[in-house]
């Protein structure tokens, strides 16, 4: 079982009833923050951490987006997520998915700077 809790309504009736106990030793930004320096340190200068949102499974997880950012434009979008454990600190990465990471990173790019700009 998952359940992802993106942005919940500010107006309007929501019953939601899931009981799970888990020590809340990292913050959303704390696992920002983590995951941020991981994929500086291990994958490449030009990813970024963004929102975490709050996945609950067989365990409290945020899942923190990376995001490719090019200096001279900005973020250009996903890459892919890493989950970070919110009583350890712990991050759910694979090898495989930092591959993968990275090859969506190079074909983003690839794609962003083949693309014709407009003359201003």
Do not use: C
Request: aromatic share 4%; no cysteine; hydrophobic share 45%.
């Amino acid at each position: 079982m998952e359940a992802v809790l993106e942005e919940i309504p500010q107006v309007g009736e929501i019953q939601l009833t899931i009981h799970v106990t888990a020590k809340h030793n990292f913050s959303a930004k704390a696992a920002q923050k983590l995951v941020g320096r991981m994929v500086a340190d291990e994958i490449g200068y030009l990813l970024r951490s963004g929102e975490p949102t709050l996945v609950v499974g067989d365990r409290l997880s945020w899942r923190v987006p990376v995001i490719l950012a090019l200096p001279d434009s900005g973020p250009l979008g996903s890459v892919g997520t890493v989950d970070v454990n919110v009583e350890t600190g712990e991050l759910s990465i694979t090898a495989a998915q930092i591959g993968e990471m990275i090859h969506y990173a190079e074909s983003l790019a690839t794609h962003y700077t083949a693309a014709p700009r407009s003359a201003s």
